[in-house]
């Protein structure tokens, strides 16, 4: 004879089950910079990304298994053209593609014995910043309309308070990349040192022609961290200088 199981217990046993396997990847970040919105995930692999182009101005994260966010990155780029041949490439948005993402993992997640153990992000970057897009699209097929930043995947939680604090939609490019590593770095609760060769970096770029997206690595990447390190210390020398006594004041 089975075992009963209430449609409730199901439900609870499967998103607990795709939450345990999606924290035990390691986490992405995602935030707007006064140049469109930066992408940035710890991950070693230099083959298997977590961040890839969908569309002209859209693009997807992902954290969680590799196989299946795979499957929904070339579902995404498949509907994208098909959608831009069929009709025009300006019809294509992220909203549209979020919403067939949120379909499909709600589908497996409700009629599947195993849920898909991924969590997504389309970002579409906008004319200006007001007009940037970014939706998260949870494993039950949940869709989240986010503003500013987000984290995922790993100690999402703690990375997004650490990012939270330093976040600034009209940072610089290598101020806003500072930013999200020092928010990567609380990710087991202990700071760790990370380098170019274990980051993943990509930005939608507003200003950039036709397609928007573009990778940012070995020595562009090197050099952004640096300058970033190099505004980061500028800015506490001048904050510690304000701090102290100037020549009428008792020291």
Known sequence: ?????????S??????????????????VVLQYDGGILFVADNMSRTLHKISELYDRIAFAAVGRYNEFENLRL??????????????????????LANTYAQVLGSVFSES?????????????GDDAD???????????SVVDERGFLAMGGSADRVSSALKERFDKDASL???????????????????????????????ERDREHRKFRRIQ??????????GHAA??????????????GEGDAS
């Not at 607990?16 to 035990?24: E, L, M, S, V």
């Not at 579902?75 to 549209?96: E, H, I, W």
């Not at 800015?235 to 102290?244: E, L, N, P, V």
């Open 174 to 204: 290598s101020t806003a990349l500072i930013s999200a590593m020092h928010a990567l770095k609380h990710e087991n609760g202990e700071q760790r040192e990370l380098e170019a060769s274990s980051l993943e970096v990509a930005v939608l």
């Open 131 to 141: 007009g940037d897009q970014i939706y998260r699209i949870t494993f039950d097929g």
């Open 113 to 125: 014995n195993k849920p898909a153990e991924v969590e997504i992000v389309v970002a579409e970057v």
């Open 75 to 96: 579902m995404g780029v498949r509907f994208a053209d098909v959608r831009g041949y069929a009709y025009d490439r300006s019809d294509v948005n992220g909203r549209q």
């Open 1 to 9: 004879m089975p075992f009963y199981v209430s449609p409730e217990q």
């Open 232 to 245: 980061q210390d500028a800015d506490q020398g001048a904050a510690s200088g304000s701090d102290a006594p």
């Open 11 to 28: 439900m609870k046993d499967k998103a607990d089950y795709a939450r345990k396997g999606i924290a035990r990847g390691r986490s992405a």
């Open 218 to 227: 070995g020595d562009r990447l090197t050099r952004l961290i640096n300058e």
